[in-house]
T-cell receptor
Framework: GESVGLHLPTLSVQEGDNSIINCAYS??????FIWYKQESGKGPQFIID?????DKRQGQRVTVLLNKTVKHLSLQIAATQPGDSAVYFC???????????FGAGTILRVKS | ETGVTQTPRHLVMGMTNKKSLKCEQH?????MYWYKQSAKKPLELMFV???????ENNSVPSRFSPECPNSSHLFLHLHTLQPEDSALYLC???????????????FGPGTRLTVT
């Protein structure tokens, strides 16, 4: 069955350092992956996505890496800021259809 | 902020009450979703509507009844709920096409529901 899981429930980083949040998925048929950020009292906010025909995609201060061989996804945040403190979710789905399967989430805490 | 609004933001209801959650999207999307977010659990998909037609009911109890009168509005009617139904209920929307697999969903802020 489909499942998406996160390795670390909580990640604490110093302000200015880089953060890496990891995600493992089990459905080898998944073709599309998304990272979301959820701040307290808000709904999940789209950060970046990647298709399975890519292994890396960069946004503003964020990079998503996809390793299909080991079914692993990561989100890298450069120069982490206090405003990056939130819960981060990965989600995956097949290319057809619109049903996203979400992971449990990782709490990112940024220390000033 | 995201173009998806939800009302009310907070709701406390008894187990015998009937209430409705409302979601509105201003993004021109053609698909809308209801999710349940409980503490320490992944987001759980409840219902999916594509072009106003329900295409997914993820084994949701009948005490939750969705309604999608048009592509911009989505309701979740609640009745005879249980305390374990207390959670954050999130609405999302996206643009779906037969050829585009990319499907980022935009979420509203959620309704915090407490069942007493």
């Amino acid at each position: 069955g489909e499942s998406v899981g996160l390795h670390l429930p909580t990640l604490s980083v110093q302000e200015g350092d880089n953060s890496i949040i990891n995600c493992a998925y089990s459905n080898s048929a998944s073709d599309y992956f998304i990272w979301y950020k959820q701040e307290s009292g808000k709904g999940p906010q789209f950060i970046i996505d990647i298709r399975s025909n890519m292994d890396k995609r960069q946004g503003q201060r964020v990079t998503v890496l996809l390793n299909k061989t080991v079914k692993h996804l990561s989100l890298q945040i450069a120069a982490t800021q206090p405003g990056d403190s939130a819960v981060y979710f990965c989600a995956e789905k097949g290319w057809v259809g619109n049903k996203l399967v979400f992971g449990a989430g990782t709490i990112l805490r940024v220390k000033s | 902020e995201t173009g998806v609004t939800q009302t009310p933001r907070h709701l406390v209801m008894g187990m015998t009450n009937k209430k409705s959650l409302k979601c509105e999207q201003h993004l021109g999307h053609n698909a809308m979703y209801w999710y349940k977010q409980s503490a320490k659990k992944p987001l759980e998909l409840m219902f999916v509507y594509n072009f106003k037609e329900q295409t997914e009911n993820n084994s949701v109890p009948s005490r939750f009844s969705p309604e999608c009168p048009n592509s911009s509005h989505l309701f979740l009617h609640l009745h005879t709920l249980q305390p374990e139904d207390s959670a954050l209920y999130l609405c999302a929307s996206s643009q779906v096409s037969r050829t585009s697999g990319g499907n980022e969903q935009y979420f509203g802020p959620g309704t915090r529901l407490t069942v007493t």
